[in-house]
Nanobody, 126 residues
């Protein structure tokens, strides 16, 4: 499985961006997807995720109400809609997937994911 993350860029405070995570390769079957981010000098952290079923989504407290995850199964693509961006959202954003978690479970631990995209830079200026 290969993941391609895209959609990052340089925006101003309050702007919006939509990140995409496109999966290719052996993508049959349902999969869970998580979004993580890593700011300079900080550890990678969980941002949000969607379960294999698609019916369960979880978000980090820092992004709740501003970020939304959705999935287009026909395109094997998961999206992270980011609204009301803040300078503290500046980071490299990564998507990751797994096919083995429980059907309605969203893993917030990066150890729970098997495949990772290359990351896309999001920079929010003040």
């Amino acid at each position: 499985v290969q993941l391609q993350a895209s959609g990052g860029g340089l925006v101003q405070t309050g702007d919006s961006l939509r990140l995409s995570c496109a999966a290719s390769g052996h993508t049959s079957g349902s999969y869970a997807t998580g979004w993580f981010r890593q700011a300079p000098g900080k550890e990678r952290e969980f941002v949000g995720g969607i379960s294999r079923s698609g019916g369960n989504k979880r978000y980090a407290d820092s992004v709740k109400g501003r970020f939304t995850i959705s999935r287009d199964n026909a395109k094997n693509t998961v999206y992270l809609q980011m609204n009301s961006l803040k300078p503290e959202d500046t980071a490299v954003y990564y998507c990751a997937t797994n096919y083995r978690s429980r059907y309605s479970y969203v893993d917030e631990d990066e150890e729970g994911y098997d495949y990772w995209g290359q990351g896309t830079q999001v920079t929010v200026s003040s």
